[in-house]
């Protein structure tokens, strides 16, 4: 049963199999978009307090779940790279780094746009939103040291420590608005609690959070191929893949 | 649905900047950074291409004729 699982460690394994699901994550996204966009914008209500405001949370939270999510991803590849060995888990750390910046970027600037409106600032040093930018430097930091080295194994190596130190900024993110004073609110969504949301509020939030997560797949597959097609150059199956596609 | 004309729509009661700005951003960024990693594996295919025919080319020449190593990374 787990043959399955080791199989991912090839990466001849892991760069036909993520052939396989692209078209699958790729139009599953769209729908999800195209059905959350929908929602949020079109069919669920103002906020009593804010108003339509309200509607920027269905990109902001996403994000900034997402890039919570791929820095947790990002750290325990790296560290199953480094203290097994596994090369195709430090394909997978490598891959994951640009588009946890971005996530974190745009929970950022989304932040921001949200925050002008609805408490009349762009930006607080408050806990969430501070610890929010580190992460940001975090993974701008993890892919500046790893271009720094030449020896890609250094380099792989060297990353995957630098995520694992940093992932304990990851809780601070998320407890930051009940250990500290901050503009920021409280979770709305608990395992433990009924939510306090509308409805349709969290019909359109949840759909855009799975559309996102699923973006994410999509997108670091797409990102994986390309660096196991470099990694991989000097291998048998990338060049017959590779002179066989420029000579059809 | 919660607007009644389009005009409403785009106005958002006020706040309409704010809010289209932040999807333009959002949407824009994810959906170039999806083209361009999409296109990366192609260029990687280019780019090895022109590798292999490199290599080839090195392989068939006699040792004399090629460039000492170490020149190109």
């Given at each position: 049963m787990w043959t399955w699982f080791f199989q991912l460690a090839s990466p001849k394994w892991f760069y036909q199999f993520a052939d396989k699901l692209l078209p699958w994550f790729r139009w599953i996204t769209l729908v999800l978009f195209l059905v959350g966009l929908t929602l949020g914008l079109l069919f669920s209500p103002l906020d009593y307090q804010q108003g339509n405001t309200v509607r920027i949370m269905y990109i902001h939270v996403p994000a900034a779940f997402l890039s919570m999510f791929v820095y947790v991803v990002m750290a325990i590849s790296g560290g199953i790279g480094f203290i097994w060995r596994i090369k195709m888990a430090h394909v997978v750390s490598v891959s994951c780094a640009p588009i946890g910046a971005i996530f974190t970027f745009l929970a950022l600037i989304t932040g921001s746009l949200w925050g002008?409106?609805?408490?009349?600032?762009?930006?607080?040093?408050?806990a969430r939103m501070t610890s929010e930018l580190i992460l940001l430097f975090l993974y701008l930091g993890f892919m500046a040291l790893h271009n720094a080295f030449d020896d890609r194994k250094t380099a792989d190596r060297a990353a995957a420590i630098l995520a694992l130190v940093g992932i304990v900024n990851i809780p601070i993110i998320h407890f930051s608005v009940y250990w500290w004073n901050s503009l920021h609110q409280g979770a709305?969504?608990?395992?433990?609690e009924k939510p306090s949301m509308d409805a349709d509020m969290l019909k359109a939030l949840l759909t855009m959070i799975v559309a996102f997560q699923m973006y994410f797949f999509t997108v670091l597959l797409q990102r994986i191929k390309a660096e196991i097609l470099q990694r991989e150059k000097l291998s048998g199956w990338v060049k017959s893949r590779v002179t066989n596609l420029s000579s059809n | 649905m919660y607007f009644n004309t389009i005009n409403e729509f785009i106005e958002m009661g006020g706040h309409g900047f704010y809010i289209w700005l932040s999807y333009a951003i959002v949407l824009g960024l994810m959906g170039f950074y999806y083209i361009f990693s999409k296109r990366l594996t192609k260029k990687q295919e280019q780019a090895l291409t022109k590798f292999y025919r490199r290599m080839n080319s090195r392989n068939e020449t006699s040792v004399s004729e090629q460039p000492p190593l170490g020149e190109e990374k």
């Open positions: 002008k409106p609805t408490w009349g600032t762009y930006w607080e040093w408050d709305t969504i608990s395992k433990f | -």
